[in-house]
């Protein structure tokens, strides 16, 4: 039977990948918010993990000979003082030092005692734990797309799962994958994504999907081992070089599908295994191209989009405010005569929002939440940074801070986690949020950046709608600069209307969408009548402006 914390696997899985095993581990001991913090500045802890609400710092050293010695117990000492954790350990997948132990008692004079955790403890863990940690029960809809799925895969060996952001895909996926290797225990399993960020939180998601035997790992730049027996969770990247010398997993799972297309390497792996069971999953699959991901995983098995999660009340509800005072109604008169294009109307129809605009309607909606926390998506990573330090100033958010592309890894893990905690009250972020990421405490979202992409919008948006005890609701204010964006949030709102007669769960209250210009509300959906498809078009789409334009003057 495997056992992923034997010597022979720990062995292969190499210093990078340690730490993982041990998360693993820490899950099925009941720990919480478990998280790798190794690398730079780590300040000598790898892991963080709270159990009975107490924090616990864990250092692993990997050992491919050799003992463990006292700096070892140093770092961790230096780590429990950094993160202020309550118990400190050191794990390796050998044995310590004499001067290791000593130095433990040394230390326990004046502070609690330090854990030694050894090869031999490790596997004394795993025949203690029980098989699966949590309970999957899938919610009545994951449970209707899980059957879609398995009948489409069964019938053409393709399937493609579109899910709103919240609504659980990976769970799906998951489950999928789980069900597989219950029918057949000693097949291969790729799940593959774009990114090796991406990547890791997707093996982390299917640990509780899994039974314990069955074992998982990345393969990557970083980490490219020679067993690829269980789930390997790859990037692309990485995955085309092991299809090209024969690796044949029997399931294909897809993460965030929007991104296959035509002639690139998704669509080389895809081919190379063809023979292999192949399924998508995506909550926005739209692409900025014309290609169709249909043609890889045919029609959608099973959709449930942002509206229908929120009026069933499986997303949070959303007060939405779009701000657009600014607009500039002698160009509005102007091309109703000239026909101007998109490009020529987002460049004239708005004057630009001041960040102290942004900061004061922020503080209003702070006022009226409770327990708030927020996130501001900005243009870049100057404007996130300018903009944190000016949302510093005020006391309520003294801990604002930037989350973007431009930081160590180590720092973004380490701004996200305390973002999770409580500890930072708001992240200003440039795209790093968009995909893959789970805030389900954020219930303010506000838009303080262009973006001419329904795919990211609709990504972005989908960071508040998770559901958690307590949040129910979301607020998000939208300070628009792009005519596409106006059109998406009335199609949301027309989307909504719509399913009226569909029955609310009576705990939850129905969404609000409101300009706080109405003129500019009854322009638009006089505009969306005459071009439906305005959020996905072009900066040359010309639209046919109302003739009842005189009426808003």
């Known amino acids: ?35 790798v913090i190794d690398g730079s500045g780590d300040e000598g802890g790898d892991v963080l993990a709270r159990q009975r609400g107490k924090l616990w710092v864990f250092q692993c050293k990997w050992k ?59 596997a004394r863990c795993f025949k203690g734990i029980d098989a699966r940690f949590g309970q999957v029960t899938p919610r009545p809809y994951q449970a209707e797309a899980l059957w879609a799925l398995g009948k489409d895969l069964d019938s053409s060996g393709r399937a493609l799962l579109i899910l709103a952001t919240g609504l659980g895909k990976t769970v799906v996926g998951g489950e999928v994958i789980a069900t597989h290797l219950r029918r057949h225990p000693k097949d291969q399993v790729l799940v593959v994504a ?26 990557t730049g970083d980490t490219r081992p020679d067993d690829l027996s269980g789930v390997t969770c790859a990037t692309v990247g990485s995955a085309l070089p092991a299809a090209r010398f024969g690796y044949r997993p029997a399931l294909v799972m897809v993460d965030e599908a929007h991104h296959v297309g035509a002639d690139g390497q998704y669509d080389e792996l895809l081919d190379v295994l063809g023979e292999s069971r192949q399924f998508g999953v995506t909550a926005t699959p739209w692409r900025g191209d014309a ?28 007060d939405y405010r779009l701000f657009v005072d600014n607009i500039d109604w002698d160009v509005v008169k102007a091309a109703s005569q000239h026909e101007y294009g998109l490009a020529e109307l987002n460049a004239r129809l708005f004057l630009p929002q001041r960040d102290e605009s942004i900061r004061d309607e922020l503080a209003t909606a702070w006022a009226a939440t409770a327990n708030p926390r927020a ?48 500890d930072v009250p708001i992240l200003t972020s440039v795209d790093i949020l ?28 989908g960071r508040g709608l998770r559901l958690r005890e307590g ?83």
């Open 1 to 35: 039977m495997y056992n992923f914390l034997d010597p022979g696997p720990l062995l292969d899985a190499g210093p990078l990948q340690f730490p993982r095993r041990i998360e693993r581990l820490l899950w099925h001991l009941g720990f919480t918010d478990v998280a």
């Open 194 to 219: 774009h990114a090796k960020d991406l990547v890791q939180q997707l093996e982390r998601a299917l640990w509780r999907h899994l039974p314990k035997e069955v074992p998982t790992r990345l393969l």
């Open 434 to 461: 968009n995909e893959g990421v789970d805030v389900p405490d954020v219930n303010i979202l506000c838009f303080a950046r262009v973006t001419h992409s329904r795919r990211i919008f609709v990504q972005q948006l």
């Open 291 to 318: 290609h169709d991901i249909t043609h890889h995983f045919g029609p959608a098995s099973f959709t449930l989009g942002i509206e229908d999660g929120m009026r069933k009340g499986y997303l949070a509800q959303v």
């Open 64 to 122: 491919r000979r050799g003992v463990v010695g006292a700096d070892a117990v140093n770092e961790v000492n230096n780590a429990r003082d950094h993160y202020r954790a309550d118990q400190a350990v050191v794990v390796t997948n050998s044995r310590f030092s004499a001067d290791a132990r000593r130095r433990v008692d040394v230390l326990a004079r004046i502070s609690p005692t330090i854990h030694l955790w050894e090869g031999g403890h490790l």
């Open 471 to 553: 949040k129910e609701r979301v607020t998000v204010l939208d300070f628009v600069s792009d005519l596409r964006r106006i059109a998406a949030a009335l199609n949301i709102k027309r989307n909504l209307e719509a399913g009226a007669d569909v029955e609310i769960l009576d705990r939850v209250a129905p969404s609000r969408i409101e300009f706080n210009d109405q003129r500019v509300a009854t322009l638009m959906q006089e505009w969306i009548k005459d071009a439906a498809s305005l959020e996905t078009q072009y900066d040359e789409h010309r639209l046919q402006f109302p003739s009842a334009l005189a009426a808003l003057e």
């Open 375 to 422: 996130i501001v998506f900005c243009r870049t990573i100057e404007h996130a940074e300018r903009l944190a330090e000016l949302l510093r100033r005020n006391p309520l958010w003294a801990g604002a801070l930037a989350l973007h592309a431009g930081l160590s890894k180590r720092e973004r893990q380490s701004r996200l986690l305390a973002f999770r905690s409580g």
